[in-house]
């Protein structure tokens, strides 16, 4: 979608049912994906965000404010024709799990690390059948193969919508946990978004904020939620 640079050409915008699912047409055209694949969706709410997406288009079709319409399309024209490769991907990121890795010092980021992210660890273990053990420092020590093994299976319940979504909430926060735990509303979204950025706000709280890394944290946490939202009305 990066070279679109085409107009508003439509006039009115309607979800439609089709045998596979739902739609979204323009003037009763069907949208489709950039490889050509009709954009079909599970679900009437997902198909209504993609559907007000489009509406909200005033002028030139700016992409950058259309998250829903691209996560759907990257779940169609490439999630799907690579399912297998791109959920070994996703798996991997539990052997380097952000809340694994812990400060040696100073007391009080060990201390918020541990309040935030060990009920996490726990919850995986209890929820997940998975523990994940935490290490000091930042070198990268392997975690249970039978741990990982188990988080990786779990992913063969998502479509690949969900699957494109939880990418994006996996990538975000750098934790496979908080993944799952957005997915199974183990917490509200914003606490989960704040547990992968404790390290972050320690450093702001030492050195003071940065204009651009926090309109870039902004942005980031921005995408956590939409992806968390997608999962949700994608079910």
């Known amino acids: 979608m990066s070279g679109w640079t085409a107009k508003r050409f439509w006039s009115e ?13 323009l003037d009763g055209r069907d949208i489709r994906t ?36 691209r996560t759907v399309n990257s779940a169609i024209d ?27 010092s100073p007391k009080e980021l060990v201390e918020r690390q541990c309040a935030a992210w060990d009920p996490l660890l726990d919850w995986a273990a209890d929820a997940l059948g998975a523990r994940l053990l ?4 930042v070198v990268h020590q392997p975690q249970d193969r039978a741990a990982l093994d188990r ?23 750098g934790s496979l946990v908080i993944g799952y735990a957005v997915a199974r ?3 509200d979204d914003e606490r989960l978004w704040q547990a992968s950025r404790v390290d972050e706000n320690w450093q702001v709280e030492q050195w003071g904020e940065d204009d651009a890394a926090t309109a870039l944290a902004e942005r980031k946490r921005s995408a956590f939620m939409t992806a968390s939202r997608i999962l949700n009305i994608s079910k």
């Open 151 to 173: 988080l990786g299976a779990l992913l063969k319940d998502f479509s690949d919508i969900e699957l494109t979504a939880f990418h994006d909430l996996v990538s975000l926060s």
């Open 134 to 137: 935490p290490r000091p420092g």
């Open 185 to 187: 509303s183990m917490a």
């Open 34 to 69: 950039p490889g050509k694949s009709l954009l079909v969706m599970p679900t009437r709410a997902l198909a209504e965000a993609v559907r007000e997406e489009w509406d909200a288009q005033s002028g030139k079709i700016d992409p950058e404010t259309m998250p829903v319409t």
């Open 13 to 25: 915008s309607n979800v439609v049912e089709t045998p596979d699912g739902f739609t979204v047409q």
């Open 78 to 104: 490439k999630v799907g024709p690579q399912r297998d490769n791109i959920a070994a991907m996703i798996a991997e990121y539990g052997d380097a799990d952000l809340l694994c890795y812990r400060a040696t």
